[in-house]
């Protein structure tokens, strides 16, 4: 029986989807495609890890950031890709 998702509550509104990428990202041809995310901790912490991967060297860039609210994360971003070369950031 297939799975069935009960809700919609996880379903990420806006961005770009990581299958729409470019073909240079998939094949690791160029520098400057970078994936990102965020891990949240368990329930009853706050903090969150924001990762910053180069598709081509896999280079990782992670912080540990205080919260998850949205101008802290996109701040974090911000200073870890300050000196980077940025083709296409994926959220």
């Not at 160029?30 to 901790?41: I, R």
């Not at 205080?66 to 083709?87: C, G, H, M, Q, S």
Request: glycine share 4%.
């Amino acid at each position: 029986r297939p799975y069935k998702r009960l809700s919609n509550k996880n379903i990420m509104r806006g961005g770009k989807s990581i299958h729409d990428r470019p073909q240079a990202s998939d094949e690791r041809t160029e520098l400057g495609h970078w994936e990102l995310d965020t891990v949240y901790s368990p329930r009853g912490y706050k903090t969150a890890i924001v990762t910053i991967l180069d598709c081509k060297t896999r280079l990782l860039k992670a912080k540990i950031i205080p919260n998850r609210k949205a101008k802290t994360v996109i701040d974090d971003i911000y200073n870890l890709l300050k000196f980077e070369y940025v083709k296409t950031p994926y959220l």
